[in-house]
């Protein structure tokens, strides 16, 4: 395969990237045989890909149904979150005044997430969202942590799925990332930090709530 990836490693990053885009939802079914028909691949390198995306946490085998999407419960989300909160708040801490493609791409994620509020999108606003939060992390230049959080960012995808109404959900977040985006701009690192971790504390306590709910009915 080109790139140096094996066939299993593309087909690894395109069911993730199926997930962080939204169309993957919890306890969706990934059936081997649909998987061999679609990637054109073998058996044994459609279970190299589920088994690696168990191993990311994105998937869960229940017996009776083979490998599924995972849900996620609050003891994840409260995980998910204090990683969020080691990474963006130390990538926010060190980050240096903002080169113009870093400004420029975070940018391009707000306005694509504000494009898509129009049409009511709502799944397309989580995925710019976390997109930007994303180069917030690749302020910290490290190929391994952007690597890591794209994960933790396919997680946050699975449990945003749970929320009854995304338009509700979403809404608020967009005024915020802009906000931590203009900071950044003018070098207020403090004003910046103290936004995110505004922005942290209220959105693990919004999913937390939704999941609660959601496990009451």
Same mark, same amino acid.
């Given at each position: 395969?080109?790139?140096?990836?094996?066939?299993?490693?593309?087909?690894?990053?395109?069911?993730?990237?199926?997930?962080?885009?939204?169309?993957?939802?919890?306890?969706?079914?990934?059936?081997?045989?649909?998987?061999?028909?679609?990637?054109?691949?073998?058996?044994?390198?459609? @279970?190299?890909?589920?088994?690696?995306?168990?191993?990311?946490?994105?998937?869960?085998?229940?017996?009776?149904?083979? #490998?599924?999407?995972?849900?996620?419960?609050?003891?994840?989300? @409260?995980?998910?979150?204090?990683?969020?909160?080691?990474?963006?708040?130390?990538?926010?801490?060190?980050?240096?005044?903002?080169?113009?493609?870093?400004?420029?791409?975070?940018? !391009?994620?707000?306005?694509?997430?504000?494009?898509?509020?129009?049409?009511?999108?709502?799944?397309? #606003?989580?995925?710019?969202?976390?997109?930007?939060?994303?180069?917030?992390?690749?302020?910290?230049?490290?190929?391994?942590? !952007?690597?890591?959080?794209?994960?933790?960012?396919?997680?946050?995808?699975?449990?945003?799925?749970?929320?009854?109404?995304?338009?509700?959900?979403?809404?608020?977040?967009?005024?915020? !990332? @802009?906000?931590?985006?203009?900071?950044?701009?003018?070098? !207020?690192?403090?004003?910046?930090?103290?936004?995110?971790?505004?922005?942290?504390?209220?959105?693990?306590?919004?999913?937390?709530?939704?999941?609660?709910?959601?496990?009451?009915?």
């Amino acid at each position: 395969m080109s790139n140096g990836l094996s066939l299993a490693d593309h087909i690894t990053l395109e069911l993730r990237a199926d997930i962080i885009g939204g169309r993957l939802l919890p306890g969706m079914p990934l059936v081997e045989s649909v998987l061999v028909n679609t990637y054109n691949a073998s058996r044994n390198t459609i @279970r190299e890909a589920l088994h690696r995306l168990g191993q990311e946490g994105l998937t869960s085998y229940v017996r009776h149904k083979g #490998v599924v999407v995972r849900c996620l419960g609050s003891d994840d989300v @409260r995980d998910l979150f204090r990683v969020r909160r080691t990474l963006e708040l130390q990538a926010i801490l060190n980050a240096r005044p903002l080169r113009e493609y870093q400004s420029d791409r975070m940018l !391009d994620a707000i306005e694509a997430a504000e494009l898509a509020r129009e049409r009511e999108d709502w799944r397309a #606003v989580g995925t710019h969202g976390l997109r930007f939060h994303q180069y917030v992390v690749a302020l910290l230049d490290s190929r391994l942590f !952007d690597e890591f959080f794209t994960n933790v960012v396919a997680q946050l995808r699975l449990v945003f799925c749970v929320a009854p109404d995304e338009a509700l959900f979403q809404a608020p977040w967009l005024m915020r !990332d @802009r906000q931590i985006h203009e900071s950044l701009v003018e070098g !207020d690192k403090i004003s910046a930090g103290e936004a995110m971790e505004l922005y942290l504390d209220d959105s693990e306590r919004l999913l937390l709530n939704i999941l609660s709910q959601s496990f009451r009915h």
